[in-house]
């Protein structure tokens, strides 16, 4: 089966990003599946959701293997299956109605205990509750547990979180209040042991599998014997699980009896898992349901998978099978299934470079290499469709007309003028052909420094100080302060730019800079505040809620320079001067800015599918847009956008999937909008048409009839 492997990435060791998947676990996961005989296409669900439908889209997967669990709110799990459902497309795991009630351990709670299932005895918190101004009189037995009610990976639990008496809760829950706003859960706090039970639809009795407790390393236990977030996370390696558990066989065997009650109870469907606490007494507490556990490899359930004879793989296996059968997808011998869409037929324009950058001639220093073209072509083919590749020439518009295409994936630069970056989209618009990536507006504002710079402060965002000069002998403003930076004010992959000669010191250096550089490019030559500090670079995906890539810092070798420029000669020969660093290390506060800052630049500039901002923080930590570049270069492994890309755990060809994804959406709307018959006519006051006081005559009826006979033509999507 084709399956569209749906994920969030953990990137950082943020308490927000707990219920992540690891790196680790996405690769074993996919690693698992294929092994499976699947073909596999992990999908990083992070951005808008049309961008992330219009990727599913595109792979048409016969089934979702979907682990996502939503950044937030208290329907986030929910998001994903109601999206696959909206878009026709089955998937692993319990529908979103499922996923809602799970994620609220109160609702949970109430559910469950109506069956007759034991749990502690617990009250909801939310910041207005007025009621709690006396928590003496909570009606809780202490000590009391704090618990997040929307949380899950054991976010905001442990030893801290436990109040003794009255004066704790009263210091511990309004802090609770502040970090987990949508609730908390004051739950009586049970002395005893945690233990959790794995269920895999089609396996075990009835889908339960054997239960598991915690080992725990000599120190690393908890002071009330909580398998916590400490635990969970940061001090994994000190917990180990344990199938079958150290427990009574009457009390394993009540524990699975719970189990299928709460799981026939909720309606968890193809994987799930169920926590409870087994008091110091023997007795039982159902603590919450899970119905996206974990499947990283040592995670419980293939503990107790092990036990029923299924390694890893054949456990991930059991998952695809059970949503295949229930969702009619296990197709009888002789039964042909649905015919697969037809490929898309994508148009591939570029410019390609024939003169070697590196020998010091920077003419074609935009354009791509034959390899990088190869690169992307391969990429786009690997995703089903037809690529023909169309050199942006003056040829190109009677290419598009010979050689009818769906879809132009556009990396073109152009091949003069100030609005050369446009010529493509502006042509696509033109022959009402879809397109990736930005259009000719933006295009043309981004490749004009000074434009985009005018954009940007209108947005109010931070950047150098600027003055363009078209003949050399303007005077200078007053408000550019020495050092400056000379650079054209219409040239990409840093042009013109050079680490000794683009940083003058002073007004004379300064003039002779702006001659050369207006004898060489043809061009106004652009002044700027140089500005010292860290230099980043960070790459966006998506549209109007851009994915905002993990920056990457630019350290350079030479510490001994100054004032150092990521300059044209560095990026020919990058190993020798500089090294990268992503994500770069910043605190989250710094994290926090530069993601905003460069959301804020791609909205200013109205970027489209992918752009890369470039930025420096300054000593007091302001940070200044040095640039926009809405066609980053794609070059495999060696540029920026590749290497951030990378670090996320987006391979190439995902990347490239990533672009193309807006691109298809755009290319669904028109089909939809080409296949809507069209409105008729609204009559108003001031028509003059004569209004029929008599029933029309045989022969105009007749008309009529046949017209209306026709039947609407409809365009079937390939």
């Known amino acids: 089966m084709k399956i569209a492997f749906t994920h969030n990435l953990q990137l950082t060791d943020s308490e927000d990003e707990a219920e992540f998947d690891t790196v680790e676990t996405v690769d074993a996961v996919a690693d698992g599946l294929r092994a499976g005989g699947h073909e596999v296409e992990k999908i990083e669900v992070t951005g808008p959701a049309s961008h992330l439908a219009a990727r599913i889209e595109s792979f048409a997967p016969d089934l979702i293997f979907n682990t996502a669990e939503g950044r937030r709110g208290r329907t986030r799990e929910a998001f994903y299956p109601a999206l696959f459902e909206e878009l026709g497309f089955p998937y692993t795991g319990s529908d979103a109605y499922v996923l809602t009630v799970t994620l609220d351990k109160w609702l949970t709670k109430l559910i469950l205990s109506a069956q007759g299932v034991d749990t502690p005895r617990a009250r909801l918190v939310v910041p207005d ?116 558990p150290d427990l009574p066989r009457d009390v394993v065997a009540r524990l699975r009896a719970l189990s299928k009650l709460a799981i026939r109870t909720l309606g968890v469907r193809d994987l799930g898992r169920i926590d409870f606490r087994v008091g110091e007494d023997g007795r039982i507490f159902l603590l919450e349901v899970n119905a996206l556990p974990s499947l990283e490899r040592g995670a419980s359930t293939f503990a107790a998978a092990a036990r029923e004879g299924l390694d890893y793989e054949a456990a991930l296996g059991s998952i695809v099978s059970s949503a295949a059968r229930r969702q009619g997808l296990l197709v009888p011998a002789g039964v042909r299934r649905r015919r697969p869409p037809e490929p898309l037929r994508i148009g591939f324009t570029y410019n390609v470079k024939r003169v070697d950058s590196k020998a010091g001639n920077d003419a074609e220093a935009e354009y791509d290499a034959p390899e990088t073209i190869d690169s992307i072509r391969e990429a786009i083919e690997s995703h089903g469709h037809i690529v023909l590749p169309l050199e942006a020439t003056a040829e190109l518009p009677r290419q598009f007309t010979e050689q009818p295409v769906d879809l132009v994936f556009n990396i073109a630069e152009g091949v003069s003028g100030r609005n050369r970056e446009a010529a493509v989209p502006a042509l696509c618009e033109l022959m009402g052909i879809p397109y990736t990536g930005s259009d000719a507006a933006t295009l043309s504002i981004a490749l004009d420094k000074a434009l985009s710079k005018r954009v940007l402060r209108q947005h109010g965002i931070l950047t150098p100080e600027f003055q363009v000069m078209e003949s050399g002998r303007e005077r200078l403003s007053s408000k550019l302060k020495f050092p400056l930076i000379v650079k054209p004010n219409q040239e990409g992959s840093s042009k013109g730019v050079s680490a000794s000669a683009s940083v003058v010191d002073d007004e004379e250096g300064l003039r002779a800079v702006v001659r050369e550089l207006l004898e060489r490019y043809r061009q106004p030559a652009l002044v700027e505040d140089y500005i010292a500090g860290r230099e980043f670079t960070v790459g966006l995906l998506g549209d109007k809620r851009p994915r905002v890539l993990p920056p990457m810092e630019i350290l350079f070798k030479d510490t001994s320079n100054l004032r150092p420029v990521y300059d044209y000669q560095i990026k020919q020969e990058w190993e020798k001067h500089v090294y990268y660093q992503c994500p770069a290390k910043l605190s989250p506060a710094e994290l926090k800015a530069i993601e905003r800052v460069a959301r804020e630049t791609f909205l200013a500039l109205a970027c489209r599918d992918v752009a890369r ?85 045989a022969a105009a009826a007749s008309a009529t009839a046949e017209v209306a006979a026709v039947p609407s033509a409809t365009l079937t999507p390939p």
């Open 129 to 244: 509750d007025r009621r709690l101004r006396d928590l003496g009189a909570v009606g809780l037995g202490y000590p009391v547990i704090v618990k997040p009610n929307y949380e899950g990976s054991s976010k905001g639990i442990g030893d801290d979180a436990v109040a003794r008496d009255p004066r704790a809760l009263a210091e511990m829950l309004p802090r609770a209040l502040r970090k987990y706003p949508a609730g908390v859960l004051l739950e009586e706090f049970i002395p005893g042991t945690d233990v959790t039970v794995p269920f895999v639809e089609g396996l075990g009795d009835e889908g339960v599998l054997l239960p598991v407790d915690y080992v725990y390393e000599p120190g690393a236990r908890s002071r009330f014997n909580i398998y916590d977030y400490r635990l969970k996370s940061a001090e994994s390696n000190r917990v180990s699980v344990r199938c079958p």
């Open 613 to 697: 901002v470039d930025l420096r923080m300054d000593a007091a930590g302001e940070l200044w847009v040095l640039e926009v570049n809405p066609l980053p270069g794609l070059t495999p492994g060696y540029s920026d956008l590749c290497l951030i890309a990378n670090a996320a755990n987006i391979d190439y060809r995902s990347l490239i999937g990533e672009i193309m994804a807006g691109g298809l959406k755009r290319l669904r709307e028109k089909r939809r909008a080409e296949a809507r018959p069209p409105a008729a006519p609204t009559p108003t006051a001031f028509s003059h048409a004569p209004v029929a006081a008599h029933p029309a005559p």
